[in-house]
């Protein structure tokens, strides 16, 4: 079957009747999003992993009870973001860090815990620019609080509108507005900072 | 040249997510003031280089070991859902309670009664013995049948396998007599009883269950 040309709706209606197929499919088209996204939370290659495959086990043994009305990438997202946040809350707040697992002793352990950017078909001296930005920005995006974070990976690196965005928080649209808006702040400020 | 725009909406202008009235008031102040436009292309900037943040992968082999931990559902068979339909039909004529199921058991047990006492009324009298009775019965239901279902059920009755049963039954009642009667009720009732039962205990009593799966909603 060419999973290709279905929604996730129809994904997931084949995944309902059995088939494994459609299971690898609903991972595959949500495997990068999810990780990305778990990833800039947590600032750990290792527990990132863990926590990616938590979330679509959590997902894909829960799809029988998963209600079409709600959109399918809200509810993965939410998932992925509660798992993300469990971590957190357990983690102590000073050992989050742009450069690898706070773990990480050696050189070797840090460059393991730490993710570099595929090329995306750029020239070398646009790839190396680029990542150089990227990795300032990351940079920044680590010393800002979780919930200004999630909300703007959510709204400028995941595309999603704040109404989703309201639904994958769980917190009210309003609320929404008032991290993203912070956020942004706070990630000028940090970028101002770390730019000298 | 009127007061600044606020952050925010010089942020919602830079992401094109003003209002008309609000956009057109933002961007004629913007011609105007060389410091809010820098601070606009300055989020502009910072929007676009967030979108271009690359997505990133997990290692190879991610989907296998994700799929190596889930619980593939089993295929329902197409008559599943006549047999669910079944079960709800069923469910909806099962007491639900101790006194349905006594109720239940009185309609079982009435009839049975009734028919124990209208044979022990019966065979209270001299003149009729169990064979008699049987005889009697016998002819009745046989001419009864031929007169309804004609040809076709006088031929079954005729057969080698029909005909073996009724001198059975004819023997069994003949030789048992009145405590073989009785002991062939009390037999009825005690298997009907225990049916029941099992019927009660293993089939429509729900036992609690606790779900492995962890419930989400939004």
């Given at each position: 079957?060419?999973y ?18 459609a ?23 290792e ?6 495959q938590?979330?679509?086990i959590k997902?894909l043994n ?43 002793r ?72 008032t ?5 942004r ?6 970028l101002e900072?770390?730019?000298? | ?19 008309e ?30 979108a ?10 991610f ?11 089993v295929?329902?068979?197409a ?10 039909l ?22 049975l009664?009734l028919?124990?006492g ?18 009697f ?16 059920i ?29 002991a062939?009720?009390a037999?009825?009732?005690l ?10 205990q ?9 779900s ?7």
């Open positions: 079957m060419n290709a040309e279905l929604t996730d709706q129809q994904v997931i209606e084949q995944a309902r009747r059995g088939r494994e197929s299971f690898r499919e609903l991972v595959r088209r949500y495997e990068r999003p999810v990780f990305s996204l778990i990833y800039r939370l947590v600032r750990d290659r527990k990132a992993e863990d926590l990616a938590e979330t679509f997902v829960a799809l029988d009870r998963y209600d079409p009305g709600y959109k399918f990438s809200s509810w993965i997202f939410k998932i992925a973001h509660n798992t993300a946040l469990d971590l957190l809350r357990r983690k102590e707040p000073e050992t989050l860090s742009i450069h690898g697992s706070p773990h990480a050696t050189d070797a352990e840090i460059e393991a815990s730490t993710i570099t950017p595929e090329s995306g078909g750029e020239n070398p001296e646009q790839y190396t620019a680029n990542r150089e930005t990227g990795a300032i920005i990351e940079q920044a995006m680590a010393r800002i609080r979780p919930e200004y974070r999630t909300a703007i990976l959510l709204c400028h690196v995941e595309g999603r509108p704040y109404e989703e965005i309201a639904v994958i928080m769980d917190v009210p649209l309003g609320t929404v507005k991290f993203i808006h912070r956020g702040n706070e990630l000028k400020r940090e900072h770390l730019r000298g | 040249m009127g007061t600044h725009p606020d952050t925010e909406r010089l942020q919602g202008y830079a992401e094109t997510a003003l209002p009235g609000e956009r057109v008031v933002v961007e004629s102040h913007l011609q105007a003031c060389a410091r809010c436009s820098a601070e606009v292309e300055e989020w502009r900037s910072l929007f676009l280089a967030l271009a943040l690359p997505p990133l992968a997990p290692s190879a082999g989907v296998d070991r994700v799929m190596a931990r889930v619980q593939l559902p295929a329902a068979p008559w599943a859902p006549l047999i669910r339909r079944a079960g709800e069923l469910a909806r004529v099962v007491p639900q309670s101790t006194a349905g199921w006594a109720l239940a058991a009185a309609f079982v047990a009435l009839p009664l028919g124990g209208l044979l022990v009324w019966l065979f209270s009298h001299e003149y009729l013995t169990p064979a008699t009775l049987w005889t019965l016998n002819e009745r239901a046989a001419s009864g049948l031929q007169s309804l279902g004609g040809a076709a006088a031929a079954l009755l005729q057969t080698q396998a029909v005909a073996w049963l009724v001198a059975t039954v004819r023997q069994l009642i003949a030789t048992a007599g009145m405590s073989g009667i009785g062939l009720a037999g009825g009732a298997m009907t009883t225990l049916s029941m039962w099992i019927l009660y293993y089939l429509f009593r729900t036992p609690t269950r606790e492995n799966h962890v419930s989400y909603s939004l």
